[in-house]
Structures are given as C-alpha cells and as structure tokens.
C-alpha cells in the first residue's frame, strides 16, 4: 500500500511539473536587448525531479541528510558540427540547502568537443536572472545558435542567443509575450533568418497557454511571429523548416481540470504545418494515452513526417516511447508506443530506418532504440553513465554511429547531476561516453523525507508561484502526500 502512495505521488509530481515546465505565453511580442541583471533563478523546469526516469522506481522509505547543495547540469541538445566534433548545449542549476533564501542559480552552457569527446571549451552564459539552453545548431558561418529562455523578475521570455564559433557571444535577443514565453527549438533556415518554436500565455488570460512560432532576421530581429490555440495549453517542442520552405511543428495540446481530491489530465500529439509566412496549411491532433507529446520531427525522405515522442498512462504510472509516421498531408501511415520507455528525439537515419533517443524508465538509462522504415525494433541498447542515466537528444554521425546527449548521476538520490555525451557505432554499441561536470563540492547523494518541508516551502514554492493555476496543483499534490511523509 505505501508502495502505491509513493508511486502515485511521484507521477503526480511529474504531471505537475511538465504543466509548470509548459506554463509559458504572447501576442505583440517585444524585444529586449542585451539586459544584463543580478542573478536569482525563477526556475522553467525542475530537474531535481527527472521525469525520463521516475516510472517504475517508487522512493524508498530511508533515513537520508540533506548536507550542502544540488548541483544540475543537463545537456539537451547536441549536433556534429563540420570539424567532425561535437556542441551540446543545456544548462546548470545550483540549489544550496545551507542557504534556499539564496533561491536557484540557472545558467546556459555551451560545451565543444573533439571526434573522440575530449573537451575543447567550455562557455557559461550568465545574464538577467537566469537563462536556459534548450536547442543548438551550427550556423552557415560556423557560429552556433542557441534557443531556450530566460527570466526577468517574474517574466520568462523566449531566447536566441547567438555566439562565434569560439562560443563568444555575438548578440542575444528575448521575445516577451503578454506574460510569459519560451523557445524549445530553433533552426537557421535558408534565408540565414531563424525560426523557433515554443509557448506563449494569451493575453486574454494567463492560464492559456498557446503554441509559438516565430521568425527572425540573421541578427535576431522579428520579421513574424504566430501564435496557434488548440485546447487551454498549446505548446511547440520542436520546428523544421520543409522542403517547400514551410515550416513543420510538433509538440502538445490539451487541458486539465480539479474535481474534488483528484486530477483530471487529457493532453495530446500537435503537428502543425505552415507556409513560408506561418500560415496554417493544415494541423493533426493524435490521441493514444493520457498524456501525449510529440517531442522531436523531421521531414523523411518520401516528404512525409516522422515524430517522436512520450505517451503516459495515468492508471498505471507508466510512460511509453512513440515512434509516428506521417505521410506528406498529415495522415498517420503507422506508430509505435513501445513500453517502459521514454522516447525524446527521432531522426531518420542513412538505411531509411529511425533512431530513437530517451530513456529505458524500468532500468533508468539513456536509451538508443533503432527501427526499421516501418518502425519495426531492430535493436536497443541502454548506457547507464554513473548509475542512472537520462537520454534527451540524438544524432546520426558521420560515420554512420549516433551521438546523445542528455544527462546522469550516481543514483536517483543524487544531488549531482551530469552532463551526459554518449558516442556509438551503427550498432549501438558504446564507443566512449563523458559525463561532464567540474566542481570540487563533496555532496550527500541523499535527502531525508522529514526535510521536504524545505523544498516545499523554497524550491517548489518559487517554481509555482508565478502562476494560481500550479499553485492549486500544488495543493492537490501536498495534500495527496502529506500524510506520508509527515
């Protein structure tokens, strides 16, 4: 029986903070320039709760001591770039038990890496009250480009932040919506402009949150933005510009709704595909679970679509990985949800076949998943890290291997977490993995449960409360756990 309340208060965890990572806004967009301010972090997302990989592992009922800080680095993206090496971008958190009046400190990092994973250069970029890293690409002119987001106050905002090909800063430009917004994905497209993709809360009301697409210039000035509602939250995860220089997008629709002592969740796949100018030409909405997300696409070599992504049955806590193939209108031709499994980035590889990058969430690794063109499994292989693992982003490399990054740590205890860069053969195989993190801080890898009055009362206090719609989540959660761990 405490088996089963634990489970169910970490899936509502998970619920609550992929609504808080997703609860972000616009409609007359304003840009604010280079704003350089003092650093205390409104968090967007809160890694100290890994979602990739909380299914399957209810916390254990142990005696833990909350000694100095928690130290996050995640990778979220990462590209082979022309000299055959490697850019992640992600971003740190620091949180200090000894002092959580201090608040989160949250950064954007940039990461350069040789053919063989040694460590080139390293850029952290510190400006407003904290910034994250969410989407990279290398630019025509070997410069790199980062979308995420980035807070002032009380305001999050889109971000594009573009920097040489020595990671130097080059210019950065925040797109604010009427309260909140931010950038999940961005893409140089072929007029050396920028489009990214992400979410905006309406100016009609805070607590709709609509789907973002917006379009810049080759120095980050607006040339169009779009915003697109579907349901109460509307969300973009990730934009490619299509052969007939539209644009194609994917991410999630939905809603939720309080009854009395529980939590109504129905949310569901968008794919959304523009003209040049971010007109609609058409849109899908696809339902398999509860929780749908459409978290990575590409165009396929047939002019179709391939999206991956994260399907979550409530009932059961269980999350599965979605593998859904599109034909060039939008048509489902075939998918996939394979369990246990959390599934975060898609890309076709050179056989016709796909890779998928995420998460084994019974075992709590990063996960390669190789198909056929028909999405049929071929192989899947895990890699552990440090002892747990998270797999967000994946290539193909040049020599027809993949490249993932995502992150890991020693246990899920752990109050560090690194950076994690994962290179294999064609196979899957593993050909060498870096877990990147700097700091000299000794750590307590464990927290005990009659300390969680700390994280409720700082952590998760700040992280809801922007926002009456997650602070009554909040309240459902305390009140669904309280008397556990008290």
């Keep these: 029986m405490q088996k089963k309340i634990y489970k169910k208060a970490i899936v509502f965890i998970t619920i609550i903070i992929f609504f808080g990572a997703s609860f972000t806004s616009v409609t007359s967009l304003k840009i604010y320039n280079n704003k350089i301010h003092t650093l205390e972090i409104h968090p967007f997302r809160n890694p100290l709760f890994p979602t990739d990989f909380i299914f399957d ?108 090909d020595q990671g130097n800063e080059e210019w950065k430009k925040t797109y604010q919506g009427f309260k909140n917004s931010m950038a999940n994905s961005v893409q140089q497209t072929a007029d050396k402009g920028f489009i990214l993709t992400g979410s905006s809360s309406s100016s009609n009301d805070e607590n709709i949150t609509l789907l973002l697409l917006l379009k810049t210039d080759e120095v980050g000035n607006v040339e169009w933005n779009k915003t697109f509602y579907y ?56 339902e398999f679970m509860d929780i749908d997300i459409g978290y990575s696409v590409q165009q396929t070599k047939d002019k179709g679509y391939i999206i991956g992504g ?33 599934g975060r980035s898609v890309q076709q590889t050179e056989d016709n076949g796909y890779i998928l990058g995420g998460t084994n969430t019974a075992s709590s690794k990063a996960m390669l998943l190789k198909t056929d063109e028909n999405g049929n499994e071929q ?37 560090k977490t690194s950076t994690y860069l994962v290179k294999t053969d064609e196979n899957g195989n593993l050909v060498w993995n870096k877990a990147l993190i700097k700091n000299n801080h000794k750590l307590e890898s464990n927290i005990k449960y009659n300390h969680f009055r700390i994280l409720q009362k700082t952590f998760l206090q700040k992280f809801f409360e922007k926002s009456p719609v997650l602070k009554r989540l909040l309240f459902l959660l305390i009140s669904q756990i309280k008397d556990m761990l008290y």
């Excluded at 989160?104 to 510190?126: D, L, P, R, V, Y």
């Excluded at 990279?136 to 905002?157: N, R």
């Excluded at 747990?388 to 193909?396: A, H, L, N, T, W």
Aim: some cysteine; proline content about 2%.
């Design 57 to 164: 592992h209810p916390i254990k009922n142990k005696e833990m001591n909350p000694i100095g800080s928690v130290f996050i680095n995640i990778g979220q993206c990462v590209q082979q770039i022309h000299d055959n090496g490697y850019i992640v971008t992600g971003f740190k958190q620091k949180f200090d038990f000894r002092n959580p009046g201090s608040g989160i400190i949250q950064n954007t990092i940039i990461m350069k890496h040789n053919a063989n994973g040694e460590g080139e250069w390293k850029k952290t970029f510190e400006f407003m009250n904290g910034n994250m890293g969410n989407s990279i690409q290398q630019t025509d002119d070997k410069g790199f480009i980062i979308g995420g987001s980035a807070v002032s106050s009380d305001i999050s905002y889109a971000l594009l932040l573009k920097t040489d």
């Design 231 to 286: 349901d109460n939250i509307s969300m973009g995860y990730s934009v490619q510009q299509t052969e007939d220089m539209g644009y194609i997008i994917t991410g999630g629709t939905g809603n939720f709704e309080f009854l009395p002592g529980s939590l109504n969740i129905n949310f569901k796949v968008l794919v959304l595909k523009t003209d040049i100018s971010g007109n609609i030409e058409w849109s899908k909405i696809f």
């Design 310 to 342: 994260t399907t979550i049955l409530i009932s059961s806590y269980t999350s599965h990985a979605l593998l859904l193939k599109l034909d060039e209108l939008g048509n489902e031709q075939w998918h996939k949800t394979l369990a246990k499994k959390n």
């Design 379 to 415: 192989w899947t292989k895990t890699y552990k890290g440090l002892g747990i693992s998270v797999g967000i982003s994946v290539k193909q490399t040049v020599d027809k291997g993949f490249i993932l990054t995502g992150s890991t740590s020693k246990s899920i205890y752990s109050l």
